[in-house]
């Protein structure tokens, strides 16, 4: 299948070390496990291993020129960072652990100081654990009430469900913009103006959005949008919370220490402003600037160009596995989806599957792919997961199709 | 030592020629800078028309943060308030004729974000008062 790739993907694909790498006896590489984590451009580690040898210093306080060269790395990729998801200013862009950090962030400030007993706070049924268990936590701690918005049969929200239970006075609506294990893409910006007209906020999981598609939060008008740099080709252990900001100036900080301080006494402080109020200590600032590298890397390559392509090869997924018998993916249609495959086979468990794969080269994830509730909402103890990039092609598609075939006939 | 510490800086940092306070006065603000533990105070005075009449600082800090006050202080007086309101970072660098790292730039703009929360009459001081890529 020749397909209208909008990049030029095998210099692409030279940008990144780990594809050019063999598996095994001299199999190369197929990598599609990106919605748990991309791999890096050169850019990226080039950006991080620049900071170490020859700027390292902690940052915001020295005044040296390492200090200098830091600081401004450092916050230079949060401005670049706030330009890629449409923020009115960088100090709207909190920099934070990861996706599941942003979330509990938002739990711990905005929720324990605006939830009371008995405020509904609504949620879905294909939320990953991250925006499940901050919520669960806080609900226990304040005897808040969390509804769900169904998943239908073929994967997609029940928004007349959604619409009812905004009847019910929400304060918060926090979903995901799309599914990790369905691919679902969501109706984001319906959903959030639905959300504020019951005069609730809303807030974002962009974990699997923001890398692949283009996103913007002033189009969506987004209260809270969270994301992780590392599933969008960026190193681990740096995330973002996007807040809008008069929001942010109104929640109390996170965590204490350095950094998020104006001033200190004995027994009192007075917090920093935005957005070092919510960065207490020193912060990841490789993995920061790394960021910033990953983002210029996206800009580059232009996300409208990462989400076709991820289009043409989900479509051309989804028609290959139609072909192969006893194998099921769940989720929506095509055009409901990202480039998220997930399946079972009648035969095999999805591990022996994954296991099987892997001799083939091919990375894939087996397990519930923290969403334990929506495989049970399927009534599937497991299911494996291929998952697709800006990096891969049409033909690891016919390879994984193949591969699944072959374990298919080892079980048969 | 290099061009962050011209003449100018050195010498309006040690013998500044506003500094002070102003009671009563129409306008005041107060903030900090946690960097270099920076701390500014302006009092202004105007007339009826809006002009600026009088105004002083106090405060501690950076030579930067001082004389970057002291500078400010001297090129607003005479000038009509909604004027200042509108000055920018650029301003300010323009006064002081050096170039800032963004670890020191917060130094230098503590005066203006302070004048400017001021006539504002601001509750906080912002940095989009300083920040020329946002429209307050």
């Excluded at chain 1, 001299?26 to 991080?48: E, F, N, R």
Aim: overall charge negative.
């Amino acid at each position: 299948m020749n397909s209208s790739i909008p990049f030029d993907l095998q210099r692409i694909r030279s940008d990144f070390p780990t594809l050019q790498r063999q598996i095994h006896n001299g199999v190369p590489l197929i990598y599609l496990d990106s919605t748990a984590t991309a791999q890096k451009p050169q850019s990226v580690l080039t950006a991080m291993d620049e900071y170490y040898r020859r700027s390292n210093a902690n940052i915001h306080r020295g005044v040296h020129t390492l200090a200098e060269e830091a600081t401004a790395a450092y916050e230079g990729a949060r401005q670049s960072i706030a330009q890629f998801i449409g923020a009115r200013t960088a100090r709207e862009v909190i920099f934070v652990r990861n996706t599941t950090e942003a979330i509990n962030l938002v739990a711990m400030t905005w929720g324990r100081t605006q939830l009371q007993t008995g405020d509904l706070v609504i949620l879905t049924e294909m939320e990953h654990h991250s925006n499940l268990v901050p919520w669960q936590m806080l609900a226990a701690e304040r005897g808040l009430r969390l509804e769900f918005i169904p998943v239908t049969d073929d994967g997609l929200l029940d928004l007349a469900v959604y619409q009812q239970l905004l009847e019910q006075g929400p304060k918060l609506v926090a979903f995901t913009h799309m599914s990790n294990v369905l691919g679902t893409i969501n109706p984001a910006k319906e959903m959030i103006a639905a959300a504020h007209q019951a005069g609730a906020l809303a807030l974002v999981d962009g974990a699997q959005s923001v890398p692949h598609l283009p996103v913007d939060v002033r189009d969506l008008d987004a209260d809270f949008l969270a994301f992780s740099a590392h599933k969008m080709v960026g190193p681990t252990g740096i995330g973002v919370l996007y807040g809008k900001e008069a929001l942010l100036n109104a929640m109390p900080p996170f965590m204490g220490g350095g950094d998020m301080i104006k001033k200190v006494t004995l027994r009192t402080f007075a917090a920093n402003t935005l957005p070092h109020k919510f960065e207490a200590g020193t912060p990841a600032i490789a993995e920061g600037i790394g960021f910033g590298a990953a983002v210029d890397y996206l800009k580059t390559v232009g996300m409208q160009a990462v989400e076709e392509h991820e289009q043409t090869i989900i479509r051309y997924a989804l028609e290959r596995f139609a072909e192969i018998s006893g194998v099921t993916v769940i989720g929506p249609a095509a055009e409901h989806k990202g480039a998220v495959l997930a399946f079972t086979m009648q035969e095999a468990h999805p591990h022996d599957v994954a296991q099987l794969l892997d001799r083939e080269g091919i990375a894939v994830r087996a397990g519930h792919h923290c969403a334990m509730p929506l495989h049970e909402r399927f009534k599937l103890p497991a299911t494996t997961r291929a998952s697709f990039y800006l990096y891969n092609t049409i033909e690891e598609v016919d390879r994984l199709a193949e591969g699944v075939e072959k374990v298919k006939r080892m079980f048969a | 030592m290099d061009d962050m510490y011209r003449e100018i800086i050195i010498e309006r940092y040690k013998d500044p020629h506003y500094r002070g306070t102003l009671d009563p006065h129409d306008y005041t603000f107060e903030d900090e800078n946690p960097l270099c533990g920076d701390q500014i105070r302006v009092d202004v005075r105007a007339d009826e028309a809006g002009m600026i009449t009088e105004a002083a600082f106090s405060g501690h800090g950076c030579a930067i943060s001082q004389a970057s006050a002291d500078l400010l202080i001297e090129s607003i007086l005479g000038k009509n308030v909604e004027d200042v309101k509108k000055m920018t970072k650029q301003d300010i660098l323009d006064l002081l004729g050096i170039e800032l790292g963004p670890v020191r730039l917060k130094c230098a703009l503590l005066s203006l974000k302070v004048v400017k929360a001021g006539l504002y009459g601001l509750g906080e001081a912002s940095d989009a008062l300083v920040d020329d890529d946002e429209e307050f």
